[in-house]
């Protein structure tokens, strides 16, 4: 699924997320969704959320 529409996220997905400091080598992070951060419907990056632990990306891939 597109990473992003913000309608496609929910809190408690799985996704794969790039962090700020692995968008040079687009090494991807997974995890489960605990906050949404982006406010607009959509971003050509992808929605950036929270992860449990803190952990703050752009999601690129929701796992179904």
Same mark, same amino acid.
């Given at each position: 699924?597109?990473? #992003?529409? *913000? +309608?496609? /996220? #929910?809190?408690?997905? *799985?996704?794969? @997320? @790039? #962090?700020?400091?692995? $968008? *040079?080598?687009?090494?991807?992070?997974?995890?489960? @969704?605990?906050?949404?951060?982006?406010? +607009? +419907? +959509? !971003?050509? !990056?992808?929605?950036?959320?929270?992860?449990?632990?803190?952990?703050?990306? *752009? @999601? $690129? #891939?929701? /796992?179904?």
């Amino acid at each position: 699924m597109n990473g #992003k529409l *913000r +309608s496609n /996220i #929910k809190i408690g997905s *799985r996704v794969l @997320v @790039v #962090k700020k400091e692995d $968008q *040079r080598t687009n090494k991807l992070t997974e995890g489960t @969704v605990t906050k949404i951060l982006t406010n +607009s +419907s +959509s !971003h050509p !990056h992808g929605i950036k959320v929270m992860l449990e632990f803190g952990i703050v990306g *752009r @999601v $690129q #891939k929701i /796992i179904e």
